[in-house]
């Protein structure tokens, strides 16, 4: 059974820089693309990027900046940072495996694996 | 703002049918995948690709595209399906994914 795991600190100092890794069992973490999303309390959901295999990397030009994402094949686990955080920053992050494919040569992406999230809290 | 458009609420009676629509631009050129989201709990994925259920959604779940617009239906609305649902697909762009704001059902 393939389960995510997200892990981190809850609180975050503003200007400061969030780092966050998510645990892979189950599951070859070179087979597949992976993704981080996020969401503030009471919103939705917002894409951060995604990560694979070769350490390419796709990010939401509205955190272009400031995120970065990494594999860590030898620990199972992938990663993901943002830099100057502010108040709104301030969401449950989830990581979550991506899966492509085709049909009829229309392409198509989703999201068939979360983890629980993990709440991050920007606050001095 | 999302480039992917939702209405924000929706509401359907117990046993009657219900469809949820995403509009946008990218819709044109790639499918949208669908979450059902309750509250406290992490998005879990109902249809994906052209009308594909992962294993454990039930079959009253199908979706359906046409145009810049995808659906979901739920076909005999049960009590379970009252959650927040959100479509996802590629930005008209191409360069990234993109979420849309989520439709929040009430099943009456």
């Not at chain 2, 458009?5 to 469809?19: E, I, K, N, Y």
Request: net charge neutral.
């Amino acid at each position: 059974q393939v389960q995510l795991q997200e892990s981190g600190p809850g609180l975050v100092k503003p200007s400061e820089t969030l780092s966050l890794t998510c645990n892979v069992s189950g599951a070859s973490i070179t087979n597949s693309y992976w993704s981080w999303i996020r969401q503030p309390a009471g919103k939705g959901l917002e894409w951060i990027g995604r990560i694979y295999l070769g350490g390419n990397t796709n990010y939401n030009p509205s955190l272009k900046n400031r995120v970065t994402m990494s594999l860590d094949t030898s620990q199972t686990q992938f990663s993901m940072s943002l830099t100057s955080v502010t108040a709104a920053d301030t969401a449950i992050y989830y990581c979550a495996r991506v899966i492509s494919s085709y049909y009829l040569g229309m392409p198509f992406w989703y999201f068939d694996l979360w983890g629980r999230g993990t709440l991050v809290t920007v606050s001095s | 703002s999302s480039e992917l458009t939702q209405d924000p609420t929706m509401s359907v009676a117990l046993g009657q049918t219900v469809r949820i629509t995403c509009q946008g631009d990218g819709l044109r050129n790639y499918f949208a995948s669908w979450y059902q989201q309750k509250p406290g709990q992490a998005p879990v994925l109902v249809i994906y690709g052209k009308d594909n259920r992962p294993s454990g959604i039930p079959d009253r779940f199908s979706g359906s595209r046409s145009g810049d617009a995808a659906s979901l239906t739920i076909t005999g609305a049960q009590a379970e399906d009252e959650a927040e649902y959100y479509c996802n697909s590629r930005h008209s762009s191409g360069s990234h994914l993109v979420f849309g704001g989520g439709t929040k059902l009430t099943v009456l």
